[in-house]
């Protein structure tokens, strides 16, 4: 039984026993060792993942051949390439465990099956779809908006969890600047 996800959705919504024991056969639960891939560029992204337990990181690699992460996920947040997922063209990103992780899986199959069997899901998705939105418009001014060190300062007062997660590199790469540059920060700090 896949208990953090039941418990996530009864958040926004009530699932009965039969609406739970649907989603329970049409889920998958995957573990996934750290530095393994989900999802790797050139591939089509074929499920929306809830992560039960680690933390993973969504990424591309630019012109430069530098990693550029745009998102990570830890327990009880979700991700995916949605582009990918939704048109079936192959991705641009990776999909990868930070840590040990283990995620509950949905392919697009199952997906539409509980939307039409449980229509309070799309409810579900609609909200959580919602707040990934707002999540990258926030992101994006962040980018755009904060200096360097007020984007730092903000990352790790809002969340502290991953300053003791995630490498360092990663969380420069997450914030727009070098590790470098992320060391003179966290010098300047001291």
Known sequence: MNTNLIQHINKFTTLIADEIDLINQLVTVQKIKKRDFLLQSGKICKSNYFVVKGCLRLYFVDRKLTEQITQFAIENWWITDQDSFDSGRPSQYYIQAVEDTEVISIDKDALEQLYISVPKLERYFRIIFQ???????????????QTDEERYRFFSEGYPEFMQRVPLYMIASYLGFTPQFLSKIRAKKV
């Open 131 to 145: 707040r990934v939105y707002m999540a990258w418009q926030r992101r994006t001014k962040f980018l755009h908006d």
